[in-house]
Each structure stands twice: as C-alpha cells, then as structure tokens.
T-cell receptor, first 112, second 115 residues
Framework: SQQGEEDPQALSIQEGENATMNCSYK?????LQWYRQNSGRGLVHLIL?????REKHSGRLRVTLDTSKKSSSLLITASRAADTASYFC????????????FGAGTQVVVTP | DAGVTQSPTHLIKTRGQQVTLRCSPK?????VSWYQQALGQGPQFIFQ???????QRGNFPDRFSGHQFPNYSSELNVNALLLGDSALYLC??????????????FGSGTRLTVV
C-alpha cells in the first residue's frame, strides 16, 4: 500500500512556468523526501525536509511541509524541458528505520 | 565516485524460474535497500540490509530473499517467479548512521520481465 498520495497525477506546463505538486501522507514521519524519475529509470534524490522544518529551498526547488495537515508541496520555478519526469514524495520514520514509503507520483511534462 | 551500480539492466525469465539481481552501493555507503516498482506505480519497499543482516522488511512473500556481503554489496533473489513479479527493481544505498538526515542514492534499476 502507498503511504503518500500525490496530486495532481499529471501536469503539463510550458517552459518558464512554475510547477506545483502536492503530497499527502497518513502516519507520523521523521522526514519527507522528494525524488525525480526519468523514463522509468533510477530515482534521483531532490530534497529532504525534516518533520521540524516548514520550508526548504534548493536551487529552483521549494518544498513546504505541514505536519498538522500531513501534507507537503514541491514547487519547481521557471521550469525547463529537462524537468520533464515523474516526481515522487517518500516518507521516512525513525521507528521503521530505513523504510521509505512512496506515493504513486506526479508525471510532469514541460513543453518548449 | 561511482554511484549505485545494478546488474543486469534487463532480464527476461520464465514463470517458475529463479532470479538473482545484484547491487553495489555508492562508495562510503553501508546500507542497501531494495524496492519493486510496477509500471505506473511508486516504488514498494522490499527489504533493507545493514551489517549483513536484514533490518526491515516490507510486505513481500518469502520468495523474495536477499543477502549483503562484507563489502556492502547486495543480492536480491526471487524464487518461483510469477507474472506479477515483472517490474523495475531498484536498489538504494545510504549511510546507516545518517539515515534520518540524508536521502538515498538509487541505482538505475533492473527491468525484470516474467513470461
């Protein structure tokens, strides 16, 4: 079973626009991570936000976390065609040690 | 600095057969996790190895087993293959002592097709 639910399932935007996707989860967490996957290959770690953090930035990425609502959002600013990929949120909890629980992902298409 | 290496890249097996997938973690990492990703789905956690022991296990049957070697590399074995085992199998490595602070490094995966 999936821990997280990403919304929307698919997103189509033009280069230069911002892309926002959301993730909701069910159980308490230690951290929440976002990954990118190109064409069904390996996942690339984008950013990790701890449960005691509310916002984090990395380059063109901005992640927020609201533990009271059990939700997170990923914003990609000034998108590029190379951002075309599937984006997954994954939650980690200390009591399950290293187990990450992934959502089903948001498929993002950026057209030139 | 090599990342996570998985082999083989692609594999086709027949129902009932057994398969072994291999993973070499990123240099400096001592923990290996395995995930199964069906088409159009997010990865599902299979199990994790640290110090040559299985530390966590997801909701997978005993047909799925693994091993970690002293050099931290790992194998995933699947017995009595079913059509439903067809998926992308991903290996991820991390440093056990920093597991709460850093993300995981994933390999490119092994695409297993069971016919």
């Amino acid at each position: 079973s999936q821990q997280g639910e990403e919304d929307p399932q698919a997103l189509s935007i033009q280069e230069g626009e911002n892309a926002t996707m959301n993730c909701s989860y069910k159980t308490s967490i230690n951290n929440l991570q976002w990954y990118r996957q190109n064409s069904g290959r390996g996942l690339v770690h984008l950013i990790l936000i701890r449960s005691n953090e509310r916002e984090k930035h990395s380059g063109r990425l901005r992640v927020t976390l609201d533990t009271s609502k059990k939700s997170s959002s990923l914003l990609i600013t000034a998108s590029r065609a190379a951002d075309t990929a599937s984006y997954f949120c994954a939650t980690g909890s200390l009591d399950s040690w290293g187990k990450l629980q992934f959502g089903a992902g948001t498929q993002v298409v950026v057209t030139p | 600095d090599a990342g996570v290496t998985q082999s083989p890249t692609h594999l086709i097996k027949t129902r009932g057969q057994q398969v072994t997938l291999r993973c070499s973690p990123k240099s400096g990492h001592d923990t290996v996790s395995w995930y199964q990703q069906a088409l159009g789905q997010g990865p599902q956690f299979i199990f994790q190895y640290y110090e040559e022991e299985e530390r966590q296990r997801g909701n997978f049957p005993d047909r799925f087993s693994g091993h970690q070697f002293p050099n931290y590399s790992s194998e995933l074995n699947v017995n009595a293959l079913l059509l439903g085992d067809s998926a992308l199998y991903l290996c991820a490595s991390s440093l056990g002592s920093n597991r709460a602070n850093y993300g995981y490094t994933f390999g490119s995966g092994t695409r297993l097709t069971v016919v």
